[in-house]
């Protein structure tokens, strides 16, 4: 150990706190996913969120070592399938590129021209020892590849004939005369073919010219300064890694996760983790300060670094500040330090530190400052690693404190110069092929224009190339929404959308579902099954933010976005009549809850093993039956399940009488007035404020399916990741209490006597369903309810089949009924990892009037919010309100797909396959691996990612306005984290915010094609689709020809 | 009409044992050709295979219960090596028993199961077509190893389900973890096969001979004796002892299961829950004429068998994560099963075997439901479940706890003995060599000889090729 040369900084308590400092920038980067059985959407890279967008995916790369977009390739494949054009390319390098014009290599190329290139032909970067084998095995130096335009190889190959016939003859061929470049190019065309220039072939000149070029760039590129190596990293371990190879982080993750996990454990390990409560530090130092055999060689000493911590009561704090200055960190690095520390196990070190933020959300938490003592325990084990691990590479003198600069020092000298000059070479070789330059015009340029030429080349780096291929990608999405909505908007006219409203036939019926973009189909399908109803947005938990207990369930859950804390508790409760049932049933189910976890337990323990011997076999029956007959199956089990589900005569404890609201049985729902502000709310949000229908269905969802710890994260965004029902229900059923219609009307919002409002479920992911409380409907409107019932029925297999087409296991020729049957499938099916495909694909957020959409196939790729800019007052509040919540969540969720889509094994969570459920609070892959936090490959595989384009109806000053006093979606808008366009309320005009001014959107306005179903333009179809007018859900104003026929594309 | 029994027989074996070699062909030569199979032919054509191998198999038990179920039917091939000078014939040979039977039933029941589940659950996944190669691959390798009617025969199957083990263990390769984690196993089961085969040689060596009908005299199984002088069979069945252990995860090789669990999920429940796992305590069942002849082995078995299940039931204990703590379940059934078979049971832990194999795989395929079978738990229990009942035991002190804690946490320090016992010594003798053929080739050309020097152990180009 080297000697202290500072005083122990342990007593200033100046230190202590800029420690503080430094953990606390580290927790912000950390993952912010809770535990998984309560999944929220949030932006992955919210910590960033201060940046631009584009800043901010770069420098997230270099912190988490994730892509900040697709691979080059994948856009290429968007380039070749159509869905890009290379317009885009140019307009999103033009806007991008400075200086773009200027002329390099003495007027070789220009820099834009150079790009262009750059993107559009794709360069191979390989290892030196790929490179070369590619020389000289491959035709890389005899033909020109075959994509590439003849007509233009041609020229250069006749460019390059006269060029050697006219500066090379053969009799100045070896003349001692001859200067250098001139004899080393002379030589290369010699060794191309035997017998004279003018006996070649075209082949042979192919040949020559590559030669030649190959010889030029190789010669061009040699001898200039070398690229600097960057040495990334900060941490002991990047230098060590980088140096020798060997990876600190895999021991010392092995063993930190084993001890995180028993650490955070919720209760499924038999034996709690003794001494979990004294905190991370004191827990940790307890169980392996002890003597006892080392967890393995590299952890040799371990032990007694720990006791010596424990014999001199070392606080973590003080243990991490003596670590820091063991290893040479000094206070400026403490913040880059500390971050990457705790990243190297992000998943763990985030759930400690949600874990010691929301206590609340678990059964378990864990004792504060967990993260800080984490840090502690972590750098101690590093440091004892480290010294194990110099010692066996024969470096056992060499201080901790030295280590980096040593690594750094050995690093810096380039083992293989001339790696980099050949990759050098061929980047710039494939440019000359691309562009067509010839020999002629590369032997003319001197080494200045060759530094140039590579500086250009080095500077439009792989992170630039796909940030010109990602703005083109989202434009070419954008300018097909903004043209169809143009479009949509000239074709439907404006007098009918004011006119619906004022129209003196009621609707057939309305209802309101959740913004989701999973819902857009099943409005679709709603209009166009009876043109006469209505469909309205709002977010799922329809202004009703509650906790909520079912009849069966043993806790409260909050239902409501994860923005808000709910002041509300809402039981679900037996009726009367059916209590003693209910009684029966409970005490049916917790005699078998018991058995089977005793099951559970004993199944695993020697004991029961014996019966197993017995029983085991027992188990195929069903194994089997579940695996090939899984609907079958589970309806068997519903049905045998019978017996314990609680009755279903149950209503809502919603009103309270006064005093604060909570738990206790006096304590829940909601006073009279309460009731009356969430429905006026809802209402008014959405603008339904006349012209009610009979029936008006508010319809909340979620998603059940099998075998998927991420189940939860199909649910509601608007729940928080619960299923919307009871919301539904809970604002039907205050909507038609007469006290708070009574209360309505004095605030000038008058709902008819003969409306009813009813409330309902739709399960996403095997599309039934449920209507509740439908026998309180008074029987004047039974009959419209029975309508309702009638379409949902014909709307459910339809919107089944629009689904299936994306699930590659579904047959394309599937009928609507086998559709439905195929998701009831899918939902119950243990073997099924792609239940639903959630919010995949989504791109678009509609935030106005549903008539302004209303026919247009949107393919369920937009959320869809109404509100009605008439009826908003002079500030925009309704619009601010809405806006306030729909930015954020949308945003949230769309970026979140974003960055898992971009890098799944980084930013998402992998592939589901080997997912392993761990400490009843999320998964990791296999056995020991870190805690996979966001998407899986399984659910972002079909999206497109694209940053979400709002589309609001609002003037773009009233939207300004709306931003300049809203930080957040200043904070989101203005830093480009989505983009927003706004759409006239009285007219098709269309403005795009950049930054934060508004430019009129004028692109081509094309006609859209129409069909007359929807079905009519999916079927056969699997991929994403474009535009189209679906005449059965709405009536154009403007006279129609027979629809153009357009390709779908 | 009647049929020749001798020549039912030979066609049922023809399917039993043809079928799973010819998937294996059909699945695993097109790739070599450049072709992609579709999933639906891979997925379809396995349960094809299956289905008419597994009715096969069902016709065979038929026919041994019907000839009296006495004496083993057994199949052999023709010659495929002959050193006569030796006496050695290398053929095929099949056994049907009262042992293969069952064991045969289950692992082609379990098998056809996995691939209908596995059919659904690797849709669109870019291994799809190389998992059900190496599925076939393993259906092969037990197939022939439970069915095996002589050591040789045995060995085969035995190598197969290895490789194919350890390649899917190792299925997701753009991760080092189960790269890393599939050496692992596959080290052990190296040195596992390597005592197999070094056995296999000795009992040749020693007999002359390699087929069990013969060795174990006249009777069938269970009750066959082997007439070998003691000390022969003492060194035989040690070798053989190994073997298992290393199969099964017996001490002290159990370190390598856990790992096992980084393939997807329904690979991890047939190998590590179902099949895999009772190998080696079937190899033991199949050469239980050695253990009776010698009871020192029974009783090493015995031992074996008891130190398993005290460190696996108390790694059990502790584990936080469904999949550990099914591994190390099974293990503590494993150890049982071994146990058993030491106190000279015999169809007890056939028994034992198929109970066990058919539950766990049950338990594995529906892992990932933990979460929501727990939140159905506590409604229906109206409380927060926790596993944590009477934790432990009164008389333990504090420090105790902390040990045995410790202990089980780190999984009996298993690895870490066999790391610091086997692996290091093993690696610092050939280290040794690479230093001195270096110095050798350095001193021979005159300078750095290595090429691989210049390459640094990490390439930033890496960067760019993302």
């Given at each position: 150990m080297?000697t202290?040369?500072e005083t122990?900084?342990?007593?200033?308590?100046?230190?202590?706190?800029?420690?503080?400092?430094?953990?606390?920038h580290?927790?912000?980067?950390?993952?912010?996913?809770?535990?998984?059985?309560?999944f929220?959407?949030?932006?992955?890279l919210?910590?960033?969120?201060e940046?631009?967008?584009?800043?901010a995916?770069?420098?997230?790369a270099?912190?988490?070592?994730?892509?900040?977009?697709?691979?080059?390739?994948?856009?290429?494949a968007?380039?070749?399938?159509?869905?890009?054009?290379?317009?885009?390319?140019?307009?999103?390098?033009?806007r991008?590129?400075?200086s773009?014009?200027?002329l390099l290599?003495?007027?070789?190329?220009?820099?834009?021209?150079l790009r262009r290139a750059?993107?559009?032909?794709?360069?191979?970067?390989?290892?030196?020892?790929?490179?070369?084998?590619?020389i000289?095995?491959?035709?890389?130096?005899?033909?020109y590849?075959?994509?590439?335009?003849r007509a233009?190889?041609?020229?250069?190959?006749?460019?390059?004939?006269?060029?050697?016939?006219?500066?090379?003859?053969?009799e100045?061929?070896?003349s001692?005369?001859a200067?250098?470049?001139?004899?080393?190019?002379a030589?290369w065309?010699?060794?191309?073919?035997?017998?004279?220039?003018?006996?070649?072939?075209?082949?042979?000149?192919?040949?020559?010219?590559?030669?030649?070029l190959w010889?030029?760039?190789?010669?061009?590129?040699?001898?200039l300064?070398p690229?600097?190596?960057?040495?990334?990293?900060?941490r002991h371990?990047?230098?060590?890694?980088?140096w020798?190879?060997?990876?600190i982080?895999?021991?010392v993750n092995?063993?930190?996760?084993r001890?995180?996990?028993a650490y955070v454990?919720?209760?499924?390990?038999q034996?709690?983790?003794?001494?979990?409560?004294r905190?991370f530090?004191r827990?940790?130092l307890?169980?392996?300060?002890?003597?006892?055999?080392?967890?393995?060689?590299?952890f040799d000493?371990?032990a007694g670094?720990l006791?010596?911590?424990?014999d001199?009561g070392t606080?973590?704090?003080?243990a991490?500040?003596?670590?820091?200055?063991?290893?040479?960190?000094?206070?400026?690095?403490?913040d880059?330090?500390?971050?990457q520390?705790?990243?190297?196990?992000?998943g763990w070190?985030?759930?400690?530190?949600?874990?010691?933020?929301?206590?609340?959300?678990v059964?378990?938490?864990?004792?504060?400052?967990?993260?800080?003592e984490?840090?502690?325990?972590?750098?101690?084990?590093e440091?004892?690693v480290?010294?194990?691990?110099?010692?066996?590479?024969g470096?056992?003198g060499?201080?901790?404190?030295?280590l980096?600069?040593a690594?750094?020092r050995?690093?810096?000298?380039?083992?293989?110069?001339?790696?980099?000059?050949?990759?050098r070479?061929f980047?710039?070789?494939?440019?000359a092929r691309?562009?067509?330059?010839?020999?002629?015009?590369?032997?003319?340029?001197?080494?200045?224009?060759w530094?140039?030429?590579?500086?250009e080349?080095?500077?439009?780096?792989?992170?630039?190339?796909?940030?010109?291929?990602?703005?083109?990608?989202?434009?070419?999405?954008?300018?097909?929404?903004?043209?169809?909505?143009?479009r949509h908007?000239?074709?439907v006219?404006?007098?009918?959308?004011?006119?619906?409203?004022a129209?003196s036939e009621?609707?057939?019926?309305?209802?309101v579902?959740?913004?989701d973009d999973?819902e857009?189909?099943?409005?679709r399908?709603?209009?166009?099954?009876?043109?006469?109803?209505?469909?309205?947005?709002?977010a799922?938990?329809?202004?009703?933010?509650?906790y909520?207990?079912?009849?069966?369930?043993?806790?409260?859950?909050?239902?409501?976005?994860?923005?808000m804390?709910?002041?509300?508790?809402?039981v679900?409760?037996?009726?009367?009549?059916a209590?003693e049932q209910?009684?029966?049933?409970?005490?049916?189910?917790?005699?078998?809850?018991?058995?089977?976890?005793?099951?559970?337990?004993?199944?695993r323990?020697?004991?029961?093993?014996?019966a197993?011997?017995?029983?085991?076999?027992?188990?195929?029956l069903?194994?089997?039956?579940?695996?090939?007959f899984?609907?079958?199956?589970?309806?068997?089990?519903?049905?045998?399940?019978?017996?314990?589900?609680?009755?279903?005569?149950?209503?809502?404890?919603?009103?309270?009488?006064?005093?604060p609201?909570g738990?206790?049985p006096?304590?829940?729902?909601?006073?009279?007035n309460e009731m009356a502000?969430?429905?006026e709310?809802?209402?008014?949000?959405?603008g339904?404020?006349?012209?009610f229908a009979?029936?008006?269905?508010v319809c909340g969802?979620?998603?059940?399916?099998?075998?998927?710890?991420?189940?939860?994260?199909y649910?509601?965004?608007?729940?928080g990741?619960?299923?919307?029902?009871?919301?539904?229900?809970?604002?039907s059923?205050?909507?038609n209490?007469?006290?708070?219609?009574?209360?309505?009307?004095?605030?000038?919002?008058?709902?008819?006597a003969d409306?009813?409002?009813?409330g309902a479920?739709?399960?996403?992911?095997?599309?039934?369903?449920?209507?509740?409380?439908t026998?309180?409907i008074?029987?004047e409107?039974?009959?419209?309810?029975?309508?309702?019932l009638?379409?949902?029925?014909?709307?459910?297999?339809?919107?089944?089949?629009e689904?299936?087409?994306?699930f590659v296991?579904?047959?394309l020729?599937l009928?609507?009924?086998?559709?439905?049957?195929?998701?009831?499938?899918?939902?119950?099916?243990?073997?099924?990892?792609?239940?639903?495909?959630?919010?995949?694909?989504?791109?678009?957020?509609?935030v106005?009037?549903?008539a302004?959409?209303?026919?247009?196939?949107?393919?369920?790729?937009?959320?869809?919010?109404?509100y009605?800019?008439?009826?908003?007052?002079?500030?925009?509040?309704?619009l601010?309100?809405?806006?306030g919540?729909?930015i954020?969540v949308?945003?949230?969720?769309?970026?979140?797909?974003y960055?898992?889509?971009v890098d799944?094994a980084?930013?998402?969570?992998g592939?589901?396959?080997?997912h392993n459920?761990t400490?009843?609070?999320?998964?990791?892959?296999?056995a020991?691996?870190?805690?996979r936090?966001?998407l899986s490959?399984?659910?972002v595989?079909?999206?497109?990612?694209?940053r979400?384009?709002?589309v609001?109806?609002t003037?773009?000053?009233?939207?300004?306005g709306?931003?300049?006093?809203?930080?957040?979606?200043?904070?989101?808008?203005?830093?480009g984290?989505v983009?927003?366009?706004?759409?006239s309320?009285?007219?098709?005009?269309?403005?795009?915010?950049?930054?934060?001014t508004?430019e009129?959107?004028?692109g081509?306005?094309?006609?859209?094609?129409r069909v007359n179903q929807s079905?009519?333009w999916?079927?056969?179809?699997?991929d994403?689709?474009?535009?189209?007018?679906?005449?059965?859900g709405?009536?154009?104003?403007?006279k129609?020809?027979s629809g153009?026929?357009v390709?779908?594309? | 009409?009647?049929v020749?029994?001798?020549?039912?027989f030979?066609g049922?074996?023809?399917?039993?044992?043809?079928?799973?070699?010819?998937?294996?062909?059909?699945?695993?030569?097109?790739?070599l050709?450049?072709?992609?199979?579709?999933?639906?032919f891979?997925?379809?054509?396995?349960?094809?295979v299956?289905?008419?191998?597994?009715?096969?198999?069902?016709g065979?038990?038929?026919?041994?219960?019907?000839s009296g179920?006495?004496?083993?039917?057994?199949?052999?091939?023709s010659?495929w090596?002959?050193l006569?000078?030796?006496?050695?014939?290398f053929?095929?040979?099949?056994?049907?028993?009262?042992?293969?039977?069952?064991?045969?039933?289950?692992?082609y029941?379990?098998?056809g199961?996995?691939?209908?589940?596995?059919?659904?659950y690797?849709?669109?996944?870019?291994?799809?077509?190389?998992f059900?190669?190496?599925f076939?691959?393993?259906l092969?390798?037990i197939?022939?190893?439970?069915?095996?009617?002589s050591?040789e025969?045995?060995?085969?199957g035995?190598?197969?389900?290895?490789?194919?083990?350890a390649?899917?263990v190792?299925?997701?390769?753009?991760r080092?973890?189960?790269?890393d984690?599939g050496l692992?196993?596959?080290?052990?089961?190296?040195?596992?096969?390597?005592?197999?085969l070094?056995?296999?040689?000795?009992?040749?060596?020693?007999?002359?001979?390699?087929?069990?009908?013969?060795?174990?005299?006249?009777?069938g199984?269970?009750?066959?004796?082997i007439?070998l002088?003691e000390?022969?069979?003492?060194?035989?069945?040690?070798?053989?002892?190994?073997?298992?252990?290393?199969k099964s995860?017996l001490v002290p090789?159990?370190g390598?299961?856990p790992?096992?669990?980084?393939?997807?999920?329904?690979?991890?429940?047939?190998?590590?829950?179902?099949?895999?796992?009772?190998?080696?305590?079937?190899?033991?069942?199949?050469?239980s004429?050695?253990?009776?002849?010698?009871?020192?082995?029974s009783?090493?078995?015995?031992g074996?068998?008891?130190?398993?299940v005290l460190?696996?039931s108390?790694?059990g204990?502790?584990?936080s994560d469904?999949?550990s703590?099914l591994?190390?379940?099974?293990?503590?059934?494993v150890?049982?099963?071994?146990?058993?078979?030491?106190?000279?049971?015999r169809y007890?832990?056939?028994?034992?075997?198929?109970?066990?194999?058919?539950?766990?795989?049950?338990?594995l395929?529906?892992?990932?439901?933990?979460?929501r079978?727990?939140?159905?738990?506590?409604?229906a229990?109206?409380?927060?479940v926790s596993n944590?009942?009477?934790?432990w035991p009164a008389w333990?002190s504090?420090?105790?706890?902390i040990?045995l804690y410790?202990?089980?946490?780190?999984?009996?320090?298993?690895?870490?003995?066999?790391?610091?016992?086997?692996?290091?010594?093993?690696?610092?003798v050939?280290r040794?060599?690479d230093?001195?053929?270096?110095?050798?080739?350095?001193?021979?050309s005159g300078?750095?000889?290595?090429?691989?020097?210049?390459?640094?152990?990490?390439?930033?180009?890496l960067k760019?090729?993302r």
């Amino acid at each position: 150990m080297q000697t202290e040369t500072e005083t122990c900084p342990v007593s200033s308590p100046d230190v202590a706190n800029r420690l503080e400092q430094a953990i606390a920038h580290a927790a912000h980067l950390l993952p912010a996913q809770g535990p998984i059985n309560v999944f929220v959407h949030h932006n992955t890279l919210h910590a960033f969120e201060e940046q631009g967008f584009h800043e901010a995916v770069a420098s997230a790369a270099t912190t988490f070592g994730c892509h900040p977009y697709l691979p080059e390739e994948d856009y290429r494949a968007e380039l070749r399938a159509g869905r890009l054009t290379e317009k885009q390319i140019d307009e999103a390098l033009l806007r991008e590129t400075e200086s773009g014009e200027e002329l390099l290599a003495g007027g070789l190329t220009s820099r834009l021209r150079l790009r262009r290139a750059m993107l559009l032909s794709p360069q191979h970067v390989a290892p030196a020892a790929e490179l070369n084998w590619l020389i000289a095995e491959t035709d890389a130096l005899r033909k020109y590849p075959v994509g590439q335009e003849r007509a233009q190889v041609l020229e250069v190959l006749e460019a390059t004939k006269r060029w050697a016939l006219r500066s090379f003859p053969e009799e100045r061929g070896n003349s001692a005369q001859a200067s250098e470049p001139f004899a080393r190019v002379a030589a290369w065309l010699r060794g191309t073919a035997p017998g004279g220039l003018l006996d070649w072939s075209e082949s042979d000149w192919e040949s020559a010219t590559l030669r030649v070029l190959w010889g030029l760039c190789r010669q061009g590129v040699s001898g200039l300064p070398p690229r600097a190596v960057e040495f990334e990293g900060v941490r002991h371990r990047d230098f060590l890694y980088r140096w020798s190879g060997s990876d600190i982080d895999r021991p010392v993750n092995e063993l930190l996760i084993r001890f995180c996990a028993a650490y955070v454990d919720q209760g499924f390990s038999q034996w709690e983790l003794p001494g979990r409560t004294r905190g991370f530090y004191r827990c940790f130092l307890g169980l392996y300060a002890r003597p006892g055999m080392s967890p393995g060689a590299v952890f040799d000493g371990l032990a007694g670094e720990l006791q010596q911590l424990l014999d001199a009561g070392t606080t973590a704090t003080a243990a991490t500040l003596e670590s820091l200055e063991r290893l040479g960190v000094s206070e400026p690095e403490w913040d880059e330090y500390v971050s990457q520390t705790l990243l190297a196990l992000r998943g763990w070190a985030g759930m400690l530190n949600q874990l010691e933020q929301r206590g609340d959300r678990v059964p378990l938490g864990v004792p504060p400052r967990s993260l800080a003592e984490y840090l502690a325990v972590r750098l101690v084990v590093e440091r004892v690693v480290l010294r194990n691990v110099l010692a066996e590479q024969g470096q056992a003198g060499l201080a901790l404190t030295e280590l980096r600069r040593a690594a750094a020092r050995s690093y810096s000298r380039n083992p293989n110069p001339s790696a980099d000059e050949l990759r050098r070479a061929f980047a710039l070789f494939q440019l000359a092929r691309a562009n067509g330059w010839t020999p002629e015009q590369l032997f003319a340029i001197g080494p200045s224009a060759w530094a140039e030429l590579v500086r250009e080349l080095e500077a439009f780096d792989s992170i630039a190339r796909r940030k010109i291929f990602q703005l083109a990608f989202e434009a070419a999405y954008r300018e097909q929404v903004l043209g169809a909505y143009a479009r949509h908007s000239q074709t439907v006219g404006l007098r009918q959308v004011a006119g619906r409203a004022a129209a003196s036939e009621l609707p057939s019926f309305q209802i309101v579902c959740c913004i989701d973009d999973r819902e857009e189909s099943f409005r679709r399908n709603l209009e166009e099954i009876d043109p006469a109803c209505e469909t309205f947005g709002a977010a799922g938990f329809f202004a009703v933010p509650i906790y909520y207990r079912g009849a069966g369930d043993a806790h409260f859950v909050p239902l409501c976005p994860i923005i808000m804390k709910p002041q509300h508790y809402v039981v679900e409760r037996v009726s009367e009549g059916a209590l003693e049932q209910h009684g029966r049933r409970k005490k049916a189910r917790e005699l078998l809850g018991q058995q089977a976890h005793a099951w559970h337990t004993r199944s695993r323990s020697f004991v029961g093993g014996m019966a197993m011997a017995v029983l085991g076999p027992l188990a195929t029956l069903p194994l089997v039956a579940r695996v090939l007959f899984p609907r079958l199956t589970a309806g068997m089990r519903r049905a045998a399940g019978e017996i314990v589900t609680p009755p279903k005569e149950t209503e809502l404890t919603l009103e309270r009488q006064g005093g604060p609201p909570g738990k206790e049985p006096e304590q829940l729902g909601f006073t009279v007035n309460e009731m009356a502000d969430a429905v006026e709310r809802l209402l008014r949000d959405i603008g339904l404020t006349r012209n009610f229908a009979p029936i008006v269905v508010v319809c909340g969802h979620g998603s059940s399916s099998l075998n998927n710890p991420h189940e939860s994260a199909y649910n509601c965004g608007a729940c928080g990741g619960g299923r919307g029902g009871p919301n539904a229900r809970a604002v039907s059923a205050m909507a038609n209490d007469p006290r708070i219609r009574a209360l309505l009307e004095k605030r000038g919002l008058r709902i008819p006597a003969d409306t009813w409002f009813v409330g309902a479920f739709h399960n996403t992911c095997d599309d039934s369903v449920r209507f509740v409380d439908t026998e309180r409907i008074p029987n004047e409107a039974r009959p419209a309810l029975e309508h309702v019932l009638s379409v949902v029925e014909v709307a459910r297999p339809r919107n089944a089949h629009e689904r299936s087409r994306r699930f590659v296991s579904a047959e394309l020729s599937l009928s609507a009924n086998k559709a439905l049957r195929h998701v009831e499938t899918r939902a119950e099916d243990l073997s099924q990892t792609r239940p639903e495909y959630n919010h995949a694909t989504n791109a678009v957020c509609t935030v106005g009037r549903r008539a302004r959409t209303r026919g247009l196939f949107l393919d369920r790729r937009s959320f869809l919010v109404s509100y009605d800019p008439d009826q908003d007052d002079a500030e925009q509040s309704i619009l601010a309100r809405i806006l306030g919540a729909v930015i954020p969540v949308c945003g949230g969720i769309n970026l979140e797909y974003y960055f898992s889509r971009v890098d799944v094994a980084g930013y998402g969570c992998g592939s589901k396959l080997p997912h392993n459920v761990t400490s009843l609070i999320g998964v990791m892959d296999g056995a020991a691996s870190d805690l996979r936090t966001g998407l899986s490959a399984q659910m972002v595989e079909i999206h497109d990612p694209v940053r979400l384009l709002f589309v609001i109806e609002t003037r773009p000053e009233h939207f300004l306005g709306i931003m300049q006093r809203n930080p957040t979606i200043r904070r989101l808008c203005g830093n480009g984290w989505v983009q927003v366009a706004t759409l006239s309320p009285d007219s098709d005009e269309i403005q795009l915010l950049r930054g934060e001014t508004f430019e009129p959107f004028c692109g081509p306005l094309e006609e859209l094609p129409r069909v007359n179903q929807s079905v009519e333009w999916y079927r056969g179809w699997r991929d994403n689709l474009g535009f189209a007018q679906v005449l059965a859900g709405f009536q154009p104003e403007v006279k129609l020809s027979s629809g153009p026929s357009v390709g779908r594309g | 009409m009647s049929v020749d029994p001798n020549l039912a027989f030979n066609g049922l074996v023809l399917l039993v044992a043809g079928g799973p070699a010819l998937l294996l062909v059909a699945l695993g030569l097109p790739p070599l050709l450049g072709l992609k199979l579709s999933e639906r032919f891979a997925a379809g054509l396995s349960r094809l295979v299956i289905l008419v191998g597994l009715l096969a198999l069902v016709g065979i038990a038929g026919l041994f219960w019907t000839s009296g179920a006495e004496r083993a039917l057994v199949f052999k091939g023709s010659d495929w090596v002959v050193l006569e000078e030796v006496h050695f014939h290398f053929r095929l040979e099949l056994i049907f028993d009262w042992l293969s039977i069952p064991f045969a039933i289950l692992s082609y029941g379990l098998c056809g199961l996995i691939a209908a589940f596995a059919a659904n659950y690797m849709h669109r996944e870019p291994g799809y077509q190389r998992f059900f190669f190496l599925f076939a691959m393993f259906l092969l390798g037990i197939n022939t190893a439970v069915l095996a009617g002589s050591i040789e025969t045995l060995f085969l199957g035995w190598e197969l389900v290895g490789l194919s083990s350890a390649l899917l263990v190792a299925f997701f390769q753009e991760r080092v973890a189960p790269v890393d984690n599939g050496l692992r196993v596959w080290s052990v089961y190296r040195f596992a096969d390597a005592a197999f085969l070094m056995g296999a040689a000795l009992l040749h060596h020693l007999t002359g001979e390699g087929e069990f009908a013969r060795l174990a005299g006249t009777e069938g199984w269970p009750n066959a004796a082997i007439s070998l002088p003691e000390g022969q069979a003492l060194l035989i069945g040690l070798l053989m002892i190994v073997a298992a252990a290393g199969k099964s995860a017996l001490v002290p090789f159990s370190g390598w299961l856990p790992r096992a669990m980084e393939g997807p999920t329904p690979s991890s429940a047939i190998f590590y829950g179902a099949l895999s796992i009772h190998l080696g305590t079937y190899l033991l069942l199949r050469l239980s004429p050695l253990l009776d002849r010698v009871p020192a082995l029974s009783w090493l078995v015995l031992g074996l068998g008891l130190i398993t299940v005290l460190i696996a039931s108390l790694a059990g204990r502790v584990q936080s994560d469904v999949k550990s703590a099914l591994a190390f379940a099974s293990l503590t059934q494993v150890g049982l099963i071994a146990i058993e078979i030491g106190l000279g049971l015999r169809y007890l832990p056939l028994l034992h075997m198929i109970g066990h194999a058919c539950l766990r795989t049950l338990q594995l395929l529906r892992a990932p439901t933990l979460l929501r079978d727990y939140q159905l738990l506590e409604n229906a229990l109206g409380r927060h479940v926790s596993n944590r009942r009477n934790p432990w035991p009164a008389w333990l002190s504090a420090g105790g706890q902390i040990r045995l804690y410790r202990w089980g946490l780190e999984r009996g320090y298993l690895d870490t003995l066999l790391d610091r016992w086997l692996v290091r010594p093993f690696l610092a003798v050939f280290r040794w060599c690479d230093r001195a053929e270096r110095k050798w080739t350095d001193l021979l050309s005159g300078r750095p000889s290595r090429e691989s020097d210049l390459v640094r152990p990490t390439d930033e180009l890496l960067k760019e090729l993302r």
